[in-house]
């Protein structure tokens, strides 16, 4: 899941359990000031443009940068040499002062954002200059978890597609911002919702959903991109099967001290709690276009920490799943953590970059970041442990089991790498990961299944007294061992950008956005966007000028200071 932030009064101090928003009228505005009112030339993105995003340096198509994901752009216009003459080019300021987690798409000059509680911007790139900002209509009803936020739009000839906090998916008119279709994904009474992007391939989009700390059934469904109609589903929650094999040791060989005689007595006396297991899926999938594959990491199980309610490995949570990108079958799952009670879930999403195997050869493999602390590098054919990294935090007590006073054990329920996404430098070969330090207490308490209310069964809180901070880490994807550590004073949430130019650019709750050397963590470059600088950047270019983005609106998770800008640089 992501983690709501565990003080003392962590739940009252942010109310971020069931919320029920009032029903705002659905608005497009146009820009007032002097010119036109609208995009004068409409978007029109291929299949192969959307193929091969990852290969070129003017447009940012996907959320990640490209189906990979390895969030990379390759122009070079702006790199170690002169980083630091970057100035801003544009702030552009929001309607909606809230936490901003958004990866903006560029296409053609033509910039779409989107914030906290589903409004979209259309954007010129290159002047901040508003186009159209659309208000989604909100349902009476929304049930989240850790900040009303949207992570993004996908793309696909002249149609956006974005999920809602009430749990729909919804098509707009890229030129104008009207609204082409909407269908409901789940029923946010019962606790969904979705704030992940979505992803589209081949007419098909591509999106999971939030929930885990509500008692849902997780999946990924399939929509088709004309009409909205749903093409497959698949559930992350079998409906048989669920118990697993009784796992022992997590992915990495260390026993989790599991009871498992008792529980497979609770199995016996009930096995089929399956429809409130969790599970969501809160980031995008990578998708394989050769193999026709999909990869994704699966969250939490529900309720969080009183495992007692749900005996069993609780498959597919806490794992990585690979599934047929046109029918939703099964292929294959590897699952770090059976039976998870600390919430340690798979979150940041996965990249495929061919990597070394133990003998040394090259083969094509998928990585995950995992709250635990570890780079995992598994065989894309198979979902085979290929290694996994040298601990990036410290790691104490694992794996000790939640008590009603309290248990520590470290990472906290936060990570580790959170859902903030890793990108990765092919010169380097390291991934670079955004960690959280933040030492906690796991404490259980015995719950039922409360209705679509959350449902953690107990509480994990931070340490009073004890030192919180953060740590981008860069990790050689052939060796597993880090190549270098920037430490931070804050925790890190967010995302991280490689570039041709050999910068890493990531952001920080104080609101410093930063850029370092891709090679040797040397800082390099700074801005102080004036709030938690907690989204994922991007860069594009406009007219031969590269730019780089980043969303600056603070976080709700972390409480980092909230804002509504999007920063935009390039170089003086």
């Known amino acids: 899941m992501q983690v709501v932030p565990p003080l003392p009064h962590w739940l009252a101090a942010l109310g971020l359990c069931a919320l029920a928003a009032a029903a705002p009228a659905q608005e497009i505005q146009g820009q007032r000031s002097a010119g036109p009112s609208m995009i004068v030339k409409a978007p ?6 959307l193929n091969a995003a990852d290969r070129q340096d003017v447009n940012w198509l996907h959320t990640n940068g490209g189906y990979a994901q390895q969030r990379y752009y390759p122009g070079s216009q702006i790199n170690t040499g002169n980083v630091k003459r970057l100035r801003p080019v544009f702030l552009f300021q929001t309607e909606v002062k809230e936490s901003m987690e958004t990866a903006p798409i560029v296409v053609d000059g033509i910039m779409y954002m989107t914030t906290a509680f589903n409004h979209v911007y259309a954007l010129d790139a290159a002047s901040g200059r508003q186009f159209w900002h659309y208000k989604h209509k909100m349902g009476p009803i929304t049930t989240f978890c850790c900040g009303p936020n949207n992570r993004g739009v996908a793309i696909e000839g002249g149609r956006l597609f974005m999920g809602t906090l009430d749990a729909k998916l919804v098509a707009l008119d890229a030129k ?10 789940a029923d946010p009474e019962k606790g969904y919702s979705e704030t992940m992007a979505p992803t589209v391939v081949d007419g098909k989009v591509l999106i999971g959903t939030n929930g885990g700390e509500y008692g849902i059934r997780g999946f990924v469904k399939a929509f088709d991109s004309k009409d909205g109609k ?12 669920h118990e697993g094999v009784w796992a022992e040791n997590d992915l990495t060989g260390r026993n989790m001290k599991r009871n498992i005689a008792a529980e497979r007595e609770s199995l016996a006396r009930d096995p089929n709690f399956y429809q409130t297991l969790g599970g969501g899926v809160w980031m995008n999938p990578a998708v394989d276009l050769q193999t026709r594959t999909i990869f994704f990491v699966v969250g939490n199980p529900s309720p969080d920490l009183f495992g007692a309610e749900r005996p069993g490995d609780n498959l597919y949570t806490d794992s990585m799943v690979a599934v047929d990108l046109d029918t ?6 590897s699952q770090y953590i059976a039976h998870d009670v600390w919430d340690l879930d798979a979150v940041s999403p996965p990249i495929l970059v061919d990597a070394r195997d133990a003998s040394g050869k090259m083969v094509p493999a998928v990585l995950h970041g995992g709250k635990t602390g570890h780079v995992y590098v598994h065989d894309r054919a198979t979902g085979k442990l290929i290694r996994y990294s040298e601990a990036m935090i410290p790691q104490e007590n694992m794996w000790v089991l939640p ?3 309290g248990a520590r054990m470290l990472p906290g329920a936060n990570g580790g790498v959170e859902w903030s996404p890793m ?4 010169k380097f070969r390291n991934v670079y990961a955004l960690n959280l330090h933040q030492p906690m207490t796991y404490h259980v308490e015995a719950s039922k299944y409360p209705g679509g209310k959350l449902w953690l069964g107990g509480a994990f809180k931070v340490i009073e007294g004890e030192k919180q901070w953060g740590r981008l880490a860069a990790v050689n994807i052939d060796t597993g061992k880090m190549a270098w550590k920037f430490d931070t004073e804050q925790p890190l949430i967010g995302g991280a950008l490689a570039t041709g130019g050999d910068l890493v650019f990531y952001g920080e709750g104080n609101g410093l956005f930063r850029a370092l ?19 994922m950047p991007v860069s594009y270019s406009v007219k031969g000028k590269q730019y780089v983005a980043m969303g600056c609106g603070g976080n709700t998770q972390l409480d980092f200071k ?6 935009v640089f390039a170089l003086d």
Request: with cysteine; net charge negative.
């Open 176 to 185: 104008s911002g009207q609204l082409l279709w909407e269908t409901q994904i």
């Open 230 to 241: 749903l093409l497959w589903t698949f559930y992350t929650i079998p409906e048989k099967g």
């Open 328 to 333: 939703g079958a099964y292929k294959w799952h």
């Open 403 to 405: 008590t009603a006073n």
């Open 562 to 567: 909230r804002g509504n800008t999007l920063a």
């Open 517 to 535: 050397h891709a090679g040797t963590g040397q800082l390099l470059w700074e801005f102080n966007c004036g709030a938690g600088a907690n989204a």
């Open 44 to 49: 029109d993105v291929s299949q192969a443009m």
């Open 423 to 426: 990108a990765f430098h092919p």
